[in-house]
C-alpha cells in the first residue's frame, strides 16, 4: 500500500508541474505572439513612409510633409540628458542604501518610497517639472528642464536595479578586500562596482526605455509643437519623437492625411529605443565577459 501511496504521490506531482510550467509556457507564449503581433502592426503600417528624406528633413507643409530631423535629435538629447541625471544619482543612492546606511525602520520607509515613486503617472512628473523646474528655477521649457524631469522619473528605477545589482556581490569580496586592508570606498570602487556595473546597466536599459517614449513630462517641460532648427543650447525648446506622435495623431489638422506619417514616427521611435538598448545589452556582455576573464 506505501509503495502505491508514494507513486500516487509522485504521478501527483508530476501532473502539477506540467500543469504549471504549460501554463508558464503558454503565458510566455501569449506574452510573445502580442509583442511580434504589435511589431508588425506597426511596421506594416509605418515602412512605407521610411525614407532618407523623412529621417534627415524638418517637417514641412503644416507637418504633412517632410520628415522628423529635429524630433529625433530631439528625443537623443532628452534621452542622454535622462540618463547623465539619473545614472550618477541612482547609483550614489544605492551605494549609500546598501553599503552606508545603518539598515533599520527609516531605510525601509527610504525604499518603500523609492518603490512607491516607481508607480507614480508620469504625469505627475511633469506637473513637478513644469512648477520647479520650468517655473520656480526658471529654465523655461527646455532641454535642461526636461532631461531633469525625465531623470528623476527614471530615478527610482535606476536606485532599484542598482541596490539589486549591489546586492548580488557575494559578501567575501568585500571582507577579502577589507581584510587586505583596503579602505571601505576603496573596496567599494574597486571591487564592488566594477562587479555590478553589468547589472547597473540591465536598470539604466529600463530606464532608458521609458525616457524615450514618455510624453506627459515633455509635454509640460520640454517639447514644442513645431521647430525647423535644431537646438543650439541646453535651454532651447526641442520637438521629441513620442509628443511629435501626439500632435500629428490627435491635435493636428490633417490627421488622416499625416497617418502614414504617424506611424513611421512611432517605427523610427521603437527603432531607437530598441538600438539605444541594444547598445547597452552589447556592453554588459562585454563587461561580463571580462568579469568572467
Not at 535629435?73 to 544605492?94: D, E, F, N, Q, R
Not at 566594477?194 to 510624453?215: D, K, W
Not at 501626439?246 to 491635435?251: E, G, I, M, S
Amino acid at each position: 500500500m506505501k509503495v502505491e501511496n508514494q507513486k500516487s504521490y509522485i504521478k501527483w506531482r508530476y501532473f502539477k508541474q506540467t500543469i504549471f510550467f504549460g501554463v508558464v509556457r503558454l503565458s510566455a507564449l501569449i506574452i510573445t505572439a502580442a509583442l511580434i503581433g504589435i511589431l508588425t502592426y506597426i511596421f506594416f503600417h509605418g515602412f512605407r513612409a521610411i525614407s532618407w528624406d523623412f529621417l534627415t528633413l524638418p517637417p514641412t507643409d503644416s507637418m504633412t510633409a517632410g520628415g522628423i530631423m529635429p524630433a529625433i535629435v530631439g528625443t537623443l538629447y532628452l534621452t542622454i540628458g535622462a540618463i547623465s541625471v539619473a545614472l550618477p544619482l541612482g547609483v550614489v543612492s544605492a551605494i549609500y542604501l546598501t553599503e552606508y546606511a545603518k539598515q533599520g525602520r527609516w531605510i525601509r520607509i527610504i525604499r518603500i518610497g523609492v518603490n512607491c515613486l516607481a508607480g507614480v503617472p508620469s504625469v505627475v512628473f511633469g506637473l513637478f517639472g513644469l512648477g520647479f523646474f520650468v517655473v520656480f528655477l526658471k529654465f523655461g521649457s527646455s532641454i535642461l528642464a526636461g532631461s531633469l524631469t525625465l531623470g528623476i522619473l527614471i530615478l527610482p528605477t535606476v536606485i532599484g536595479a542598482s541596490e539589486e545589482a549591489l546586492k548580488s556581490v557575494p559578501q567575501t569580496f568585500r571582507e577579502a578586500s577589507l581584510a587586505l586592508g583596503v579602505s571601505k570606498w576603496s573596496t567599494i570602487a574597486r571591487i564592488v562596482l566594477p562587479s555590478a556595473l553589468p547589472g547597473i546597466l540591465t536598470g539604466s536599459i529600463l530606464g532608458v526605455g521609458r525616457a524615450a517614449g514618455e510624453t506627459a513630462p515633455i509635454m509640460f517641460t520640454a517639447a514644442a509643437f513645431f521647430t525647423a532648427s535644431l537646438p543650439k543650447s541646453i535651454f532651447d525648446e526641442v520637438m521629441a519623437l513620442p509628443y511629435h506622435i501626439y500632435v500629428l495623431a490627435t491635435a493636428g489638422t490633417h490627421i488622416e492625411q499625416t497617418r502614414s506619417l504617424q506611424y513611421g514616427t512611432v517605427l523610427v521611435l521603437v527603432g531607437l529605443v530598441l538600438g539605444i538598448d541594444l547598445i547597452a545589452i552589447l556592453i554588459r556582455s562585454s563587461m561580463r565577459r571580462k568579469k568572467r576573464w
